[in-house]
């Protein structure tokens, strides 16, 4: 038995700061109507798809920042791609930031249905950065200080099928991401990600490092919750600052499937059988039959490092 969903992961090219959404939802369009023709039904895009990685620049007046966010989705830029994925019949998720009515800023994702309707909506809780200007960093991630952190969090959907949730960027470097959407039976994680190609504080980390600190999240989520795991990168230099590339797929063994080898617009399409998470999930990772939940407290108790708790 097998239920296949073909899910294309749409990794997108550098975004200058001048570029508008209109080109960039235009590129994100080819990509569908190419993922398409390659026999995708699900197509993932980066996080924060529709703008340059912008949390790279200081507004003193965080207000400033406004224009980055979409205070309607879809909107006027965004409804030609709500449009395309009807007519194609392809379900999506991507990232933008999001400014609420009442005025709250959060990274977030969807997962948009074939029918164009907007069925989940995930807002990033791991974000990493800083709030304020750090002149010692070699350049500045301000996340913290543009958005707060998500308020929904992890939830499950049912979907094309099977189980899917969302993460996005670091949120995949964190075992609880996974953990707390595997216990939900979780089938399939699709997460975008804007990852800078060095280490603001850290001048000998190397670009392999990076990704290979990429690959190993992405593998020990999907193995450890028996998942697909889908990570799709925005990657190149936006206005001289370099994002790695890595966009790949992941089976719930831990294996990659697939992983694209250039930093531009492109695809990787993969037919991911769903049913290939029963193995693990019914095996070695059985949550019910295995985890003892009695010596975890400390997970949810403390965030922080404590004292030890042995002698
Ligand atoms: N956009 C991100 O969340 N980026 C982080 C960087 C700052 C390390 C990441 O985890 O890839």
């Known amino acids: 038995m097998a239920r296949i969903v073909t899910v294309a992961a749409a990794q997108l090219g550098p975004i200058q700061k001048a570029e508008g959404r209109q080109s960039v939802v235009a590129r994100m369009i080819s990509l569908m109507e190419q993922a398409r023709a390659q026999g995708a039904t699900f197509i993932v895009y980066p996080e924060l798809a529709l703008t340059t990685f912008f949390p790279r620049w200081y507004h003193e007046d965080r207000a400033e ?111 609880e991401t996974y953990r707390v959407m595997g216990l939900q039976g979780v089938e399939m994680v699709v997460l975008g990600f804007n990852t800078p190609s060095v280490n603001s504080q850290r001048g000998d980390e190397r670009i392999e490092d990076r990704l290979f600190h990429h690959r190993l999240s992405c593998q020990a989520g999907a193995y450890q919750n028996a998942t697909w795991v889908v990570a799709v990168a925005k990657a190149g230099t936006e206005d001289g600052h370099h994002c790695m590339g890595g966009t790949l797929i992941v089976d719930p063994n831990g294996r990659i499937v697939g992983e694209i080898d250039h930093e531009e617009d492109g695809l990787l399409v993969h037919a991911c059988d769903l049913d290939e998470t029963r193995f693990g999930k019914d095996t070695i990772f059985d949550f019910k039959r295995h985890r003892r939940i009695e010596h975890y407290g400390l997970i949810t108790e403390r965030v922080g490092v404590g004292e030890p708790l042995g002698q």
């Not at 998720?93 to 400014?99: D, I, K, M, Q, V």
């Open 65 to 175: 920042a406004d224009p980055w966010f979409e205070a309607e989705m879809p909107g006027p830029a965004t409804q030609p791609l709500f449009d395309k994925a009807v007519e194609l019949g392809m379900a999506m998720s991507f990232g933008y930031a999001e400014l609420t009515p009442d005025g709250h800023h959060f990274n977030t994702s969807i997962l948009v249905d074939k029918t164009g309707r907007i069925v989940g909506k995930y807002r990033k809780v791991h974000l990493p950065g800083h709030v304020e200007l750090d002149p010692g960093r070699s350049h500045q991630h301000l996340e913290k200080r543009y958005f707060e952190p998500g308020d929904l969090g992890f939830p499950v959907w049912r979907f094309e099928g099977g189980l899917v949730g969302m993460a996005i960027c670091n949120d995949r470097r964190w075992p």
